[in-house]
């Protein structure tokens, strides 16, 4: 039995165009409605035909809707919620895709007062953006998690967990602040840290006469990638996890100065062990398959 009939997908980007393809792939009885507030973004999505219907507004979409899933930034959720509270059904499920949990249930809890709130992050994505950037196996073997609040009904959660499982996602169940500080650490972090180092780069151009970039080595032309996001999508992450983000960036402040201190003091036992450590982390990341040791990430040469 499918855990829902009729589902509408709100954004239309890389992940929610995903949404959709994974759906017609995994769940081809489910009816799917689209909607996007860029009109040129649901014109191309309309010639793309992963949608059974895209809307021309964020209510109609969610008339007869089963789950409603928000794939727009996170500082946006409450803004579009409020769009569509009028026309949603009663029994209807809300969830969403957004990176941060805490702030995203405030705002959707006071938009849409007395709906069934399931939160929801698929640990999944790449650098790219928009509808053409979607594929139907983007979740496979990714973890999605789930935020539920105390008191939301173990059913709806079920059906949730289901839904993502059926895509091909691992789904795990977490505490909302929990999630906002393991994120912040295992994702929000290296985008700022690649954002910044990037702009070092950006900075150094002119000194160094385009150096930087006709030799970019394999770490910072990885960075890169990372900075390559969605410039909107992660200026709201930032500034919805502030507290968790502000706390990992102080820690890692705390230990780059202690390696600041082992390079100066040519500590070279300290460096040894603390790359040793991170060698080993590495290989327990491909060891549980969130990534594979092709040699340079899989690259054609």
Not at 45 to 51: G, M, P, V
Not at 248 to 265: G, K, N, P
Request: proline content about 4%; aromatic content about 6%.
């Amino acid at each position: 039995m499918l855990p829902f009939a009729r589902v509408t997908i709100i954004g239309l980007g890389l992940i929610g165009s995903s949404v959709a393809r994974a759906i017609r792939a995994q769940m081809p009885g489910v009816r799917i409605t689209g909607y996007d507030s860029d009109a040129g973004v649901r014109d191309h999505a309309r010639s793309l035909n992963f949608c059974d219907d895209i809307t021309d507004t964020a209510g109609t979409s969610v008339i007869d809707a089963d789950l409603v899933l928000l794939c727009v930034p996170v500082g946006a959720m409450g803004a579009v919620a409020a769009e569509f509270a009028g026309d949603l059904p009663a029994d209807a499920i809300v969830s969403d895709v957004g990176s941060c949990k805490v702030s995203v249930f405030e705002a959707l809890s006071a938009a849409l007062p007395g709906v069934t709130i399931i939160p929801a992050h698929p640990v999944a994505g790449t650098e790219k953006s928009g509808p053409d950037a979607g594929f139907a196996t983007l979740f496979k073997g990714r973890w999605c998690i789930l935020t539920p609040s105390e008191n939301a009904p173990e059913v709806a959660t079920e059906r949730l967990r289901s839904f993502w499982q059926r895509l091909g996602a691992d789904v795990e169940t977490m505490d909302a602040r929990h999630h906002d500080m393991v994120l912040a650490i295992t994702s929000h972090l290296p985008h700022l840290i690649a954002y910044t180092i990037v702009g070092t780069a950006n900075d150094l151009e002119e000194v160094t006469q385009s150096e930087v970039i006709k030799y970019s080595a394999g770490g910072f032309r990885d960075f890169t990638r990372i900075a390559a996001s969605d410039p909107v999508m992660w200026r709201d992450v930032f500034l919805s996890n502030k507290d968790a983000v502000l706390e990992m960036l102080q820690r890692f402040s705390e230990d780059l100065t202690a390696l600041q201190r082992a390079i100066r003091y040519d500590k070279g036992d300290e460096l040894e062990a603390l790359f040793t450590r991170t060698r080993a982390i590495r290989r327990s990341i491909v060891e549980q398959g969130q990534d594979d040791d092709a040699p340079d990430f899989g690259r054609k040469h």
